[in-house]
């Protein structure tokens, strides 16, 4: 059974910083894209990082500069590490694995980041 479990949100103040991390388990991680996404309240899904197999990454014009996804194969972990959070950083996020060779993809439930004063 395939089990993505995100841990490291919480409440932050402006222009502090969080390390999100999703420990996966039940698939083979390295045959995984793996990728954050967020959802702000009253707001859609919308795409943070993503890194591949061989370590590339991409991402979303709102984490550029700010934020940074990496992964541990050995620890079947990705991480996203972010700095310099502003309230508009603000949302539930997820992480995501997609398998590179079906095309499953599989979703954590969430972890709530509130960057607050």
């Known amino acids: 059974q395939v089990q993505l479990v995100e841990s490291g949100g919480g409440l932050v103040q402006p222009g502090g910083s969080l390390r999100l991390s999703c420990a996966a388990s039940g698939f083979i991680f390295s045959d995984q894209y793996m990728a954050w996404y967020r959802q702000a309240p009253g707001k859609e899904r919308e795409f943070v990082a993503s890194i591949t197999i061989g370590g590339r990454v991409n991402y979303g014009s709102s984490a550029k500069g700010r934020f940074a996804i990496s992964r541990d194969n050995a620890k079947n972990t990705v991480y996203l590490q972010m700095n310099n959070l502003e309230p508009e950083d603000t949302a539930v996020y997820y992480c995501?694995?997609?398998?590179?060779?079906?095309?499953?993809?599989?979703w954590g439930k969430g972890t709530l980041v509130t960057v607050s004063s």
């Open positions: 995501n694995a997609r398998n590179v060779f079906t095309d499953k993809n599989d």
